[in-house]
C-alpha cells in the first residue's frame, strides 16, 4: 500500500511483478483519468485474478476488503465464474476457501445467465 504522504490523495495498493506478468496485464489495457492524469487499467480477468492473489498471499487484515473488491468486480461486470476463462483464473488463484465465499456470494455467478464479460 503506498500512502503518498501530505498531498491529500487516496492510498494506492501495489503488487510488484516481474516483466513476463507485467506485460500480460498490460497486453489490453484499460484507459481512464484519475486526478488529470491518464492512466492504463488491467484488464477486468486480469484485475480478478490480481485481487485473487492479493487474497491468497496477502495481509489478513485484509482479506475483508480484498474479497469484498472481488465480488463487486463480479457482480458490477455480471462475470460468469462458470466460462472457461474465468474456471483458469479461479483454478490458478483461488483457494477453497475463496470459491466457498465467493459461491455464497454470487450464486448466480457460477450459473449460465451471467453474460460472461
Same mark, same amino acid.
Given at each position: 500500500m503506498y500512502n503518498p504522504i501530505g498531498s491529500g490523495l487516496p492510498p494506492v495498493d501495489l503488487m510488484l511483478v516481474d516483466a513476463g506478468t507485467f506485460s500480460k496485464l498490460f497486453a489490453a489495457p484499460h484507459s481512464g483519468v484519475? $486526478?488529470? %492524469?491518464?492512466?492504463s487499467v488491467p484488464a477486468l480477468p486480469h484485475l480478478i485474478?490480481?485481487?485473487?492473489?492479493a487474497l491468497r498471499h496477502g495481509h489478513a $487484515?485484509? %482479506?475483508?476488503?480484498?474479497l469484498g473488491d472481488v465480488v463487486e468486480l463480479i457482480r458490477v461486470n455480471q462475470v460468469n465464474l462458470a466460462s472457461p476463462e474465468y474456471q483458469e483464473?479461479?483454478?490458478?488463484?483461488?483457494?477453497?476457501?475463496?470459491r466457498r465465499k465467493l459461491a455464497e456470494a454470487l450464486p448466480e455467478a457460477f450459473g449460465s445467465e451471467s453474460s460472461g464479460v
Amino acid at each position: 500500500m503506498y500512502n503518498p504522504i501530505g498531498s491529500g490523495l487516496p492510498p494506492v495498493d501495489l503488487m510488484l511483478v516481474d516483466a513476463g506478468t507485467f506485460s500480460k496485464l498490460f497486453a489490453a489495457p484499460h484507459s481512464g483519468v484519475l $486526478e488529470n %492524469q491518464p492512466i492504463s487499467v488491467p484488464a477486468l480477468p486480469h484485475l480478478i485474478a490480481l485481487k485473487l492473489h492479493a487474497l491468497r498471499h496477502g495481509h489478513a $487484515e485484509r %482479506q475483508f476488503r480484498d474479497l469484498g473488491d472481488v465480488v463487486e468486480l463480479i457482480r458490477v461486470n455480471q462475470v460468469n465464474l462458470a466460462s472457461p476463462e474465468y474456471q483458469e483464473i479461479l483454478d490458478k488463484y483461488a483457494d477453497d476457501t475463496t470459491r466457498r465465499k465467493l459461491a455464497e456470494a454470487l450464486p448466480e455467478a457460477f450459473g449460465s445467465e451471467s453474460s460472461g464479460v
